[in-house]
T-cell receptor, first 114, second 112 residues
Framework: GDSVTQMEGPVTLSEEAFLTINCTYT??????LFWYVQYPGEGLQLLLK?????DKGSNKGFEATYRKETTSFHLEKGSVQVSDSAVYFC?????????????FGKGTRLSVIA | DTGVSQDPRHKITKRGQNVTFRCDPI?????LYWYRQTLGQGPEFLTY????????KSRLLSDRFSAERPKGSFSTLEIQRTEQGDSAMYLC??????????FGPGTRLLVL
């Protein structure tokens, strides 16, 4: 079945450092790809998404590009802030429309220190 | 607030008791999903609905679990004869017919 593998955490960075969280997937067909974020004490929030190959999702300074040739969707941010400390989840759906059950990775905890 | 809401936010119960959780989706969304998240793991799919029809159930959903969405609006998830292994965060999400899923705050269940 479909699966998502993301880098193990925790990741600890200093403020203004560059962030990469790796995510690779296995899927049949043409999945949609997502990054969700979970801030301490809060629910899952959609951070960004991409629905077809070579699409780039972006939001709040975060970016990820749907790479079909490497089956990857790595999350990047050029300069992290303390407020970015959270758990980040990579996920996919097998529907290009994004409305079928999500398959999540295990999550990567990011801590940003001042 | 027009987001997804869940009730209760926290539930502590004794092993063997039944519990029921409620989810109210975003009003114009016709798809509703239930997931379970254990500590240190990503959410795992349990079941989902389109309007009142249950479209799919995960093999994670044992016979002790049942979900309903009788009028195509709110949904309930019931766990009968709870076990300690049922302790988890139960997440609800909703989406339009075509579009992204938005999550509620979750119900945290602790079975003693």
């Amino acid at each position: 079945g479909d699966s998502v593998t993301q880098m193990e955490g925790p990741v600890t960075l200093s403020e203004e450092a560059f962030l990469t969280i790796n995510c690779t997937y296995t899927a049949t067909g043409y999945p949609s790809l997502f990054w969700y974020v979970q801030y301490p004490g809060e629910g899952l929030q959609l951070l960004l998404k991409a629905t077809k190959a070579d699409d780039k999702g972006s939001n709040k300074g975060f970016e990820a590009t749907y790479r079909k040739e490497t089956t990857s969707f790595h999350l990047e941010k050029g300069s992290v802030q303390v407020s970015d400390s959270a758990v980040y989840f990579c996920a996919l759906t097998d529907s290009g429309e994004g409305n079928t059950p999500l398959v999540f990775g295990k999550g990567t905890r990011l801590s940003v220190i001042a | 607030d027009t987001g997804v809401s869940q009730d209760p936010r926290h539930k502590i119960t004794k092993r063997g008791q039944n519990v029921t959780f409620r989810c109210d989706p975003i009003s114009e969304h016709n798809r509703l999903y239930w997931y379970r998240q254990t500590l240190g793991q990503g959410p795992e799919f349990l079941t989902y609905f389109q309007n009142e029809a249950q479209l799919e159930k995960s093999r994670l959903l044992s016979d002790r679990f049942s979900a309903e969405r009788p009028k195509g609006s709110f949904s309930t998830l019931e766990i009968q004869r709870t076990e300690q292994g049922d302790s988890a965060m139960y997440l609800c999400a909703s989406s339009p017919q075509v579009g992204t899923q938005y999550f509620g705050p979750g119900t945290r269940l602790l079975v003693l």
